[in-house]
């Protein structure tokens, strides 16, 4: 149901008054993710595709994929998380993609499809 990976790199970036929101001019940082050359594809139900990611020690985001650029292995989140994705977390997981789905009691959706999707277990 997910993969995991690590950084590709740590992002520095200027802090406002608490580390966990970062400045103006970072914002876009906010939403972007930048991940090993096959980690991610662009889905056809790119809608149903989540990043759980905890940029800072103390939360947990679990956001909406909007879309994935593979030439340049970048993907944007359709919301901004709390921090940047690579400012203090050991990694990212992409949750509900098909891709990942490798055991049995797992399980994703795909609403274009209108399906849910079950390996079962033996």
């Not at 399980?107 to 277990?121: F, G, I, N, P, Q």
């Amino acid at each position: 149901m997910a993969i995991f990976f690590e950084p590709t790199q740590l992002i520095e970036y200027d802090k406002t008054v608490t580390s966990n929101v970062s400045h103006e001019n970072d914002r876009a940082l906010l939403r972007r993710i930048d991940f090993p050359k096959g980690a991610m594809r662009s889905w056809d139900n790119i809608e149903d595709i989540e990043i759980r990611l905890m940029p800072v020690p103390w939360t947990c985001n679990l956001l909406p994929l909007e879309s994935v650029d593979v030439e340049n292995n970048v993907a944007w989140l359709a919301v901004e998380a709390t921090a940047p994705a690579w400012a203090k977390s050991k990694g990212i997981r992409v949750e509900n993609a098909i891709d990942y789905l490798n055991q049995p009691g797992r399980w994703c959706v795909d609403t274009k499809k209108r399906r849910y999707l079950l390996l079962a277990r033996r």
